[in-house]
């Protein structure tokens, strides 16, 4: 069983950079075709996609986030990482990492979610 578990701090100021840990465990992140994700949902609003670091280790951003977005892992610690730059109350949302499945385009393993405030 697979099982994913974000940390980090649950508040940060205005202007500063968000950084969040997905540890996986059950599984490797760089096992073929899986695609380690990060997801938020602000409140009030649907889910965002935000990009991912995929099992070879290239990485993808949706475009509206891509010029503050970073991912990155640690293949030695089974651990991927978010880096959100000049952050905004707006980014203020649960923040999720999850494991995609690119063979079925599908989302198949979730962490529980950590909420991240945006707040001076």
């Known amino acids: 069983q697979v099982q994913l578990q974000e940390s980090g701090p649950g508040l940060v100021k205005p202007s500063q950079t968000l950084s969040l840990t997905c540890t996986v465990s059950?599984?490797?992140?760089?096992?073929?075709?899986?695609?380690w994700s990060w997801i938020r949902q602000p409140p009030g609003k649907g889910l965002e996609s935000m990009g991912a670091i995929a099992y070879s280790g290239s990485t993808y951003y949706s475009p509206s986030l891509e010029s503050r977005t970073s991912i990155s892992r640690d293949t030695s610690k089974n651990q991927f990482t978010l880096e959100l730059s000049s952050v905004t109350p707006e980014d203020t949302a649960v923040y999720y990492c999850a494991r995609f499945y690119g063979l079925g385009f599908t989302y198949d393993y979730w962490g529980q979610g950590t909420q991240v405030t945006v707040s001076s």
């Open positions: 059950g599984g490797s992140i760089t096992t073929n075709y899986y695609y």
